[in-house]
């Protein structure tokens, strides 16, 4: 089973490259294909991989994979056979392998989890055979998507810009390194790796306030050069990097440039 759990801007903009092309294959995969099986789920639950079944079939958003080549996963007894014969594409994200968890709704899953459905869909897409589509949230009698199955269309393709954004941000305002102690209190401080991403400046730590969010949190913040909302080209109005922004402010207490702030206890 694929188990879910940055360097730099050209690191940053892969993935969010990736991630788009992600979500235009998503939304291939749902347009009509002549000949396809579809299944009730009747059906599909007789392909559990047991004696006597006609094979080994688990569904996530109502598409049907053959996952005979994966049979130690699935088969009866196996850590994963509460998958096979059915639509349990709630469970692949909540890990509740129970009979209540192994069930289809998601409507109420966050941006993150559904990403996560994309992910496993692209895994099964590359490793399985796609056999058919199931009848029921998903698909209709007709083969083709279902109100329910667009509004997750459309979550995806949400999530996956709110995504691309998240990933300019942290090239913009890298997190901090932090540390605490009991003896020494809480030290905040930039370097040119700090918060995963590669860079060629260090910059100085700043509180980043954000809509919603109930506390701000500390990134390092480029000190020279022109803002990064600057459109290319135009001169620079200021050599202050991004230090104007105006969601940032400063640590009492820490001299404006330092790399480096200390909070003694």
């Known amino acids: 089973m694929l188990r879910l759990g940055g360097r730099g801007l050209l690191l940053g903009l892969a993935v969010a490259a990736a991630a788009a092309a992600a979500a235009a294959r998503w939304m291939g995969w749902w347009s009509g294909r002549a000949g396809l099986r579809l299944f009730v789920p009747e059906e599909l639950a007789r392909y559990r991989g047991g004696p006597g079944d006609p094979g080994l079939y688990l569904a996530l958003l109502g598409r049907v994979y053959d996952v005979s080549s994966g049979r130690r996963h699935y088969e ?7 998958f096979a014969g059915r639509d349990a594409s709630r469970a692949f994200v909540t890990g509740d392998y129970s009979e209540a968890g192994l069930v289809d709704h998601v409507a109420d899953l966050s941006f993150s989890e559904v990403l996560t459905l994309q992910n496993w869909l692209s895994f099964y897409e590359k490793n399985y055979e796609f056999v058919g589509r199931l009848i029921g949230r998903f698909y209709g009698e007709d083969g083709l998507p279902t109100p329910e199955l667009t509004q997750v269309e459309a979550m995806i393709s949400r999530a996956s810009e709110a995504g691309r954004r998240a ?4 090239q913009t305002f890298p997190p901090c390194n932090a540390e ?10 930039c370097s040119p790796e700090s918060g995963g991403v590669s860079r060629d400046w260090i910059g100085v730590p700043r509180k980043l306030y954000k809509p919603g969010a109930k506390e701000p949190h500390c990134v390092c913040v480029r000190t020279t050069g022109p803002p990064s909302d600057q459109s290319p080209g135009l001169p620079a109005d200021t050599n202050r990097g991004d230090l104007d922004h105006p969601s940032l402010g400063e640590y009492t207490g820490c001299p404006p440039l330092a790399i480096t702030c200390s909070f003694p206890l």
């Open 180 to 189: 605490w102690s009991s003896s020494r209190g809480s030290r905040l401080w």
């Open 76 to 82: 009866p007894g196996a850590h994963y056979s509460g």
């Open 167 to 170: 990933l300019e941000e942290k």
